[in-house]
């Protein structure tokens, strides 16, 4: 049966699976991989959290809480941004994950026909969002010139590409899947072109506990037209728990909150309660030098084998596939399959981008995982060579 058989909406008919599903169907069949191909932390959250959250379910936090959830916990969160951007947002949505806050930015400023740019490499589920809400994606490119230099933004790029069609310009800093954090003037330029055709920014900020450079910046400092999509998945291990925010303007921040009444309804409660009483006195530091750890030691061993462009935040490395003495570059589905052969969970890059260039490498994993899977990929290097 067709899919227009079905009756399926044209709205889903427009979206293709996920190109890593194929990653997942061969996990599931597999005995002891090592899985470099995982999104999430690798370390259990904080046992404060989880005691808290066990203890608000017994003491009764399992009703619903209002849309835009505990107004304490929106305090602390704004509180927060103000600490580390000199700026409060005027308001703040707690949303079921980062997720929750991108489908509901997108369904409130998208309208068929608009257009959004997007960076290249991107989250798989930003084109999906914007494919659903009819906007046009365009992408502005952050491939670095040279191989093994930083992902970056062509400023100049950017400005030739908004018009009076674009309606959001989007940044993710630190990134999924190259782990490059966007420097004060990038992040700047975009504001100012989003901000010249009276676009939004929306920022998914989600990995930003996860950053090894100094300087860290968020659109909020530079406009006011921003979405701040914030969570707790990553950085406390919870992605279980589907706790995320959003933050800016009432004016959008209100409208986000009707479709939140009208979907999500509110994120889980109990969750809720058990930030509002562990977040401030929880330290984070110590799980991200883990990972601070993990990416020199990845930087390190990969090295000169591969083209690596630094990681600089998030729990992504991107290297670029092996080439021929010719230049002749590995297929990434031979690469791929090559690797998942001795085992190793790896992602193509052409899940992320227009281009086949590169595979992504998530050090999220123990330091003896990483160990094996840096062994493996030295292996294929000097196959592929
Ligand atoms: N944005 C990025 C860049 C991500 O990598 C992810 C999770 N892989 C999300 C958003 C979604 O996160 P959440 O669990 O908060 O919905």
Redesign the pocket.
């Given at each position: 049966m067709k899919p227009s058989d079905i009756g399926l909406s044209a709205r889903v008919r427009g979206i293709e699976p996920s190109g890593i599903r194929r990653i997942f169907e061969l996990m599931a069949e597999m005995q002891d991989p090592i899985n470099l191909s995982i999104?999430?932390a690798h370390y259990d959250p904080p046992p404060e959290l989880v005691d808290a959250a066990c203890k608000a379910m017994r003491d009764g936090f399992n009703r619903y809480t209002v849309t835009q959830g505990l107004p304490e916990l929106n305090a602390l969160v704004l509180d927060d941004v103000q600490r580390r951007f000199g700026r409060r947002p005027e308001s703040c949505l707690l949303?079921?994950?980062?997720?929750?806050?991108?489908l509901l930015s997108f369904l409130c400023l998208l309208d068929p026909g608009d257009e959004i740019l997007l960076p290249d490499p991107y989250?798989v589920?930003?084109k999906h969002l914007a494919t659903l809400c009819g906007a046009t994606v365009k992408y502005y490119d952050l491939y670095p010139e040279r191989d093994g230099e930083r992902f970056r933004v062509d400023l100049a790029q950017v400005e030739a590409m908004v018009t009076e069609r674009t309606k959001i310009v989007f940044v993710?800093s630190p990134?999924?899947?190259t782990g490059a954090v966007l420097r004060r003037g990038e992040i700047e330029g975009l504001c100012k072109a989003a901000e010249r055709v009276g676009a939004w920014v929306v920022s998914?900020e989600?990995?930003d506990l996860f950053c090894y450079v100094d300087d860290y910046a968020s659109p909020v400092e530079f406009t006011d037209r921003c979405i701040q999509?914030g969570?707790?998945?990553?950085s406390y291990g919870v992605?279980g728990w589907?706790?995320?925010y959003a933050t800016g303007p009432a004016k959008v921040l209100d409208a986000l909150k009707t479709l939140q009444q009208f979907s999500f309804v509110c994120p889980p409660a109990p969750f809720q309660y058990a930030l509002l009483q562990t977040m401030q006195h929880i330290d984070l530091t110590p799980y991200r030098e883990q990972y601070r750890h993990k990416r020199e030691l990845l930087a390190r061993e990969l090295h000169p084998a591969y083209a690596l462009s630094p990681s600089e935040g998030?729990f992504y490395a991107f290297p670029r596939l092996p080439r021929n003495a010719a230049g002749e570059q590995v297929s990434s589905d031979v690469f791929v399959e090559a690797a998942i052969a001795d085992k190793l969970l790896i992602v193509p890059g052409k899940a992320f981008s227009a281009r086949d260039t590169h595979f992504r490498v998530s050090f999220a994993a123990s330091d003896e995982d990483l160990q094996k899977g840096i062994a493996v990929l030295n292996r294929l290097a000097t196959k592929f060579a």
């Open positions: 999104g999430q949303t079921s994950g980062v997720s929750g806050g991108l989250f589920m930003y993710n990134s999924n899947p998914d989600i990995y999509l969570g707790f998945s990553k992605p589907r706790m995320g998030a």
